[in-house]
């Protein structure tokens, strides 16, 4: 079932076209990455379709009664906590004060809020803040999920909490579209991509997934996987933990797994489920 669709849809700056005769449909359980250069219009695309921007010329239809938006940068704010912003967000949308506590709560929970969710929201980092973006996005299920950048500051157990999130949403029938400079996790995550380039739109053609890394290690020195460059998740056992990386960028882990102490049982290579 269609949820969004954008017909022969241009929009311009003063003299400056940012889109060309666009058409793009989005479909209900469909996960559509938009990808392309800074500057393509991949932004422009995104607020059309939730209706924070009207196009120029052409159409935009949207069927979805509960929308849903991340932007690229989200303005926290000063006074709240981020579960009291999360509760109001929460009744603003006709949820009970009960039912959005909870959701707020499993949700941060799942996202692994630092802190806790009575942090006063100035005092949140940048991944942390994209968290609660998350969390508001998603308290009331919705048929249309919007996101710009959205694993954009999130450390890698996050990654992998969002790519199943999505997942999820996708499962429960809404359309979600999102954007992402990293192909990896393009190709892991997305059902369908297509590329902005000159303003215009171009469906991707489908290529094999990415390959990854899976390395198992035995414990040694406590250490914080999560925080280390390139892993892309981390999954805990009874003695150790098996991480995830790009093939290829994996030697960093590697040698600080033996400067920490830890054993090394298993490398080999798997691709995205």
């Known amino acids: 079932m269609e949820v969004v669709r954008l017909r022969?849809?241009?929009k311009r700056y003063?003299?400056?076209?940012?889109?060309?005769?666009?058409?793009?449909?989005v479909n209900a359980g469909e996960l559509l990455a938009l990808v392309g250069a800074n500057g393509s219009g991949k932004s422009t695309v995104l607020k059309l379709m939730v209706?924070?921007?009207?196009?120029?010329?052409?159409?935009?239809?949207?069927?979805?009664?509960?929308?849903?938006?991340?932007p690229d940068?989200?303005?926290?704010?000063?006074?709240?906590?981020?579960?009291?912003y999360l509760r109001h967000m929460g009744r603003i949308r006709g949820l009970s004060?009960?039912?959005?506590?909870?959701?707020?709560?499993?949700l941060?929970?799942?996202?692994?809020?630092?802190?806790?969710?009575?942090?006063?929201?100035?005092?949140?980092?940048?991944?942390?803040a994209q968290k609660v973006a998350l969390a508001q996005a998603l308290?009331?299920?919705?048929?249309?999920?919007?996101?710009?950048?959205?694993?954009?500051?999130?450390?890698?157990?996050?990654?992998?909490?969002?790519?199943?999130?999505?997942?999820?949403?996708?499962?429960q029938g809404a359309a979600v579209a999102f954007t992402e400079h990293s192909d990896l996790v393009v190709r892991s995550t997305a059902t369908r991509v297509c590329e902005l380039r000159n303003g215009q739109l171009h469906a991707t053609e489908g290529r094999p997934p990415a390959m990854l890394t899976e390395i198992s290690l035995i414990a040694g020195a406590?250490?914080?996987?999560?925080?280390?460059?390139?892993?892309?998740?981390?999954?805990?056992?009874?003695?150790?933990?098996?991480?995830?990386?790009?093939?290829?960028?994996?030697?960093?882990?590697?040698?600080?797994?033996?400067?920490?102490?830890?054993?090394?049982?298993?490398?080999?290579?798997?691709?995205p489920e």
């Open 8 to 10: 022969k849809v241009s």
């Open 14 to 25: 003063g003299r400056r076209e940012i889109l060309a005769d666009v058409d793009l449909r």
């Open 51 to 70: 209706g924070l921007s009207r196009p120029s010329t052409g159409t935009v239809r949207r069927t979805a009664r509960v929308v849903s938006y991340v």
């Open 73 to 84: 940068v989200f303005a926290s704010h000063d006074r709240l906590s981020a579960s009291a």
């Open 97 to 106: 004060d009960r039912v959005a506590r909870d959701r707020a709560g499993e």
């Open 108 to 128: 941060l929970d799942r996202l692994a809020l630092s802190g806790g969710a009575d942090t006063p929201m100035r005092k949140l980092s940048k991944g942390n």
């Open 139 to 171: 308290l009331d299920p919705p048929q249309l999920l919007v996101l710009d950048e959205p694993w954009s500051g999130l450390d890698s157990a996050a990654h992998a909490t969002l790519r199943e999130l999505l997942t999820e949403t996708g499962e």
């Open 222 to 271: 406590e250490l914080d996987w999560t925080r280390q460059p390139d892993v892309l998740e981390v999954r805990r056992h009874d003695t150790g933990v098996t991480l995830m990386l790009p093939t290829g960028r994996h030697d960093a882990a590697l040698l600080t797994a033996l400067n920490h102490g830890w054993s090394v049982t298993t490398v080999r290579q798997v691709k």
